[in-house]
């Protein structure tokens, strides 16, 4: 089975500081790794996911992720965020399958609020 | 529409009553996923769809709690006896199946049992 921890349930910071989130995942087979955002009231949207190849992924909204195997991390940053980026963010994971469909099933992390102030 | 679409956005039922939730995924979707949103839970998966495979139901937390896939598109999850525990979002999500195809989720519906 596969677990998810965000290691911070809320962060706050000023508008065009920097910004981490934190995951951390445990899985004893291989997985892909997915980060949501969740806007108020409103279903959640993939800002980005990780496959293969390069360990640093681009998403949407200028936000990157660096997945780490040995630190079984998948942590999320954006060099510069904005008063729009306030949101909830969830980590995920769902493993892989040899034989290409997907087993769809993901496991979510508890989710970060971050806020933004001005 | 293009996306996921949910209904109803809002119900408020009296505990003991029973509740359908309708999911209309996106076209051509083969795969199709219920979630639950409550405080304190998180985000828990429910049950998934995949083509005429038979689902995996395996988060489903009681036997009043039940879904049906018709012509492998639309979706109903179906509360029997709700309890006033099963407030929460439901939300629904399609994906094309094949492994890292991206999810795509609905807005939700809410649900109150009072």
């Known amino acids: 089975a596969q677990s998810v921890t965000q290691l911070d349930s809320q962060v706050p910071v000023f508008e065009e500081a920097p910004v981490e989130l934190r995951c951390n995942y445990s899985?004893?087979?291989?997985?892909?790794l997915f980060w949501y955002v969740q806007y108020p009231n409103q279903g959640l949207q993939l800002l980005l996911k990780y496959l293969s190849g390069s360990t640093l992924v681009k998403g949407i909204n200028g936000f990157e992720a660096e997945f780490n195997k040995s630190q079984t991390s998948f942590h999320l940053r954006k060099p510069s965020v904005h008063i729009s980026d306030t949101a909830e963010y969830f980590c995920?994971?769902?493993?892989?399958?040899?034989?290409?469909?997907?087993?769809?099933?993901?496991?979510f992390g508890q989710g970060t609020i971050l806020t933004v102030h001005p | 529409g293009a996306g996921v679409s949910q209904s109803p956005s809002n119900k408020v039922t009296e505990k003991g009553k029973d509740v359908e939730l309708r999911c209309d995924p996106i076209s051509g979707h083969t795969a199709l996923y219920w979630y639950r949103q409550s405080l304190g839970q998180g985000l828990e998966f429910l049950i998934y769809?995949?083509?005429?495979?038979?689902?995996?139901k395996s988060g489903l937390p009681s036997d009043r709690f039940s879904a049906e896939r018709t012509g492998g598109s639309v979706s109903t999850l179906t509360i029997q006896r709700t309890q006033q525990e099963d407030s929460a979002v439901y939300l629904c999500?399609?994906?094309?199946?094949?492994?890292?195809?991206?999810?795509?989720f609905g807005e939700g519906s809410w649900l109150t049992v009072v």
């Open positions: 899985s004893s087979v291989s997985v892909y």
């Open positions: 769809f995949q083509g005429n495979s038979a689902p995996d």
């Open positions: 995920a994971v769902t493993r892989t399958n040899a034989g290409g469909t997907s087993y769809g099933k993901l496991t």
């Open positions: 999500a399609s994906s094309l199946g094949r492994q890292g195809n991206t999810i795509y």
